[in-house]
């Protein structure tokens, strides 16, 4: 039976190299991926996740190689991403608790909202978030998707997150506990030294915020809390790690071994990696 991968990206703008490297996994293991959006809109990488004379400012050198630029120009012209699902069509939206009707309402959205993610989780054997800047915006903070996130952890099924994909794992809660999903957890993501101090940009949106509006670091160090680990990982060329059900990505050259590695979570029986 062919494995079916769910692929969430930004629609303010995705890091090429960290969907290239899942998709080609996927690819090469003959996995069938969809690719899935806040409303539907077509996502597109950011420009200078293309551009291999593009100089990181943190790292101060390249990280896309020319081949890799190509390929992503090549899967981001192509027509895989032109019809993407929309998130807010498949799920409810949680209605405000000044609602007039709050509690029926409630149960309503209880109970659709129960239906839809079992019919996503049950469709997919695994679910992605891609990185870049672009989720700062749209993903972060997405109550649809951290319900889509918490179903996938109900059933047992893996996620990986990458770079600040992974706020979304950090931010995903039971609203009985408030407690992270995180909590007790060993996960990698974007250091405060891999921060940019200006020049965090969105795709389709004229508009330099400057510094990211939040160092991702601290919101994982304090998110697995006691019993759990933020693995930074500076001064190494790569930082995947693997805490079952979950696979966490550090930044751009961690994309390629990271669907390498979900691979290997779903084929072989994967559950722990790099810590």
């Known amino acids: 039976m062919t494995r079916r991968m769910l692929v969430v990206l930004s629609e303010y703008g995705y890091w090429g190299e960290e969907l290239v490297g899942p998709v080609e996994a996927f690819d090469a293991a003959g996995y069938r991926t969809t690719f899935l959006t806040p409303t539907g809109q077509r996502p597109h990488a950011l420009p200078p996740s293309v551009d291999p004379d593009y100089i990181d400012p943190p790292l101060g050198r390249s990280v896309t190689t020319s081949d890799m630029a190509r390929r992503v120009r090549e899967l981001d ?3 895989r991403l ?6 807010a069509d498949l799920l409810p ?4 608790y000044s609602a007039i009707n709050h509690l029926r309402d409630l149960e309503e959205y209880n109970r659709r909202n129960a239906s839809a993610v079992a019919d996503l989780v049950t469709s997919f054997d695994a679910l992605v978030i891609v990185g870049g800047s672009g989720p700062i915006v749209d993903l972060a903070n997405n109550e649809r998707l951290h319900e889509l996130v918490l179903g996938f952890v109900g059933v047992d099924k893996p996620i990986l997150a990458e770079c600040y994909g992974v706020a979304v794992l950090a931010f995903a809660r039971d609203l009985e506990t408030r407690q992270s999903i995180i909590a007790g957890r060993h996960v990698t993501g974007h250091p405060k030294e891999y921060d940019y101090k200006d020049g ?4 389709g949106v004229d508009f330099n915020m400057g510094p990211p509006p939040y160092p991702l670091e601290y919101i994982l160090r304090d998110a697995t809390g006691p019993g759990g ?5 500076v001064g190494q060329e790569t930082s995947v790690i693997v805490d079952y059900p979950f696979v966490t990505a ?16 779903l084929e072989n029986g994967l559950r ?4």
């Open 93 to 96: 939206e949680r209605p405000y």
């Open 250 to 265: 550090r930044s751009t050259p961690d994309s390629v071994p990271s669907g390498e590695l979900l691979v290997q979570v």
């Open 229 to 233: 680990r933020f693995h930074g990982n």
């Open 272 to 275: 722990r990696h790099g810590w």
């Open 200 to 203: 965090t940009g969105f795709f």
């Open 77 to 79: 012209e192509s027509p």
């Open 82 to 87: 032109d019809n993407p699902l929309s998130l």
